[in-house]
Structures are given as C-alpha cells and as structure tokens.
C-alpha cells in the first residue's frame, strides 16, 4: 500500500459527460502529479499541485481541470468526454527529495 | 520539454543480464529515478540517484552521469517475474517529475 488513495477505482460512462476523480495523497505530502496512461502507452504528464498552488502544465486539455484543496487531496475534472479519454488516470504524491508514490489509478472507460 | 528517451521494448532470457538506458536533457537535472509497472498496476519505485555513480539493489542497479545525461537500470539473474514496463522518471527544478516512454522488457524462458 503506497498510502495514496484513488477513488474510483472504475468509472464507465458516456461521451459528452462530465467525472471528477479523486486522490488523497499520503500523509504530509504537498505535491501531487496527475498522469494519464492510455492502453499501451507510457504516463502522460497532465498537471503537478504543490500546497494548494498549480507548479506544472503538462498536455492537459482544456477540457480538463484540476485543484487541491486545503486539506491537500486533489480532483481531476474531466468533461465534454470522448472515446479517446478512455484510459488509466494516474495520481502521484511526493515530499521534498523524495520519489513519488502512485495511487492504484482509475481505469476511465467512455462509451 | 524535456525529453526523456528509453528504448521502446527489450528481450531478455531468464537468468541473464539487461541493460535499460535512458537519456535526457540535463538543464535542470534534480534527481531520476526508476520505476517498474506491470500492466494495470501502478509503477513501483526501484532507485533514485542524484549523484554520478552506481546504487545496486539486490538484483537492480542503477547508475548516472549527470554530465551526460545519461542512466541506465541493470537487471542482474533475470526472473519471468521481472517481465513489465521500466520506466525512467527525472525530477527536475520546481520538483516536477517527468516520465520517459517507458521501456517494455519481455524475459523470456
């Protein structure tokens, strides 16, 4: 158990709707990443929160939204979805000078 | 960006040796580290290095050259278990942490 919790595990739903993802990242750790893997491929950076505060852009949608909350777990909004979106969204937290530790994911399927 | 390159896949026999190399742009450079994940599971930490040199870990090992920017992970007595992806992660300033392709390594019977 890496201490990083996903929910939810699964999500199947329809094009042209809205998810939010969850991810509460391990005790005391302010950094959380956010990685889409779609099937076959490698981790896609999408978005890096550091305290509360956006620290890094990778090639995320404009469709897609992020935040951390005071509390510092994460949402991940995707909307307007599309068969394409299917895949494995990654969550990932990290201390200062340490590595990251994943979350089990969420396997996002649109239909 | 900053790229990160590593071979697509690799083949191996069990109980042999392999070499997964990874390169990248050294601007920045705070640390890499190497994963592995298995297909539908979430990546595993295996190794950090910051400084030139080799970590060995048991059957693993990793080693840098920040001035080349350069790293390589060696799997040593390979085993079916070591079948998955590897994947090359480098932290660079800001505490972003960027992931190569991956490398796919089969090991074979």
Known sequence: DSGV????????????QRVTLRCSPRSGDLSVYWYQQSLDQGLQFLIQYYNGEERAKGNILERFSAQQFPDLHSELNLSSLELGDSALYFCASQAVNTEAFFGQGTRLTVV | GQNIDQPTEMTATEGAIVQINCTYQTSGFNGLFWYQQHAGEAPT?????????????????SFLSRSKGYSYLLLKELQMKDSASYLCAVKYAGNMLTFGGGTRLMVKP
């Not at chain 1, 919790?5 to 042209?16: D, E, R, V, Y």
């Open chain 1, 5 to 16: 919790t996903q929910t939810p595990k699964h999500l199947i739903t329809a094009t042209g």
């Open chain 2, 45 to 61: 930490f295996l190794s950090y290095n910051v400084l030139d040199g080799l970590e060995e870990k048991g059957r693993f090992s």
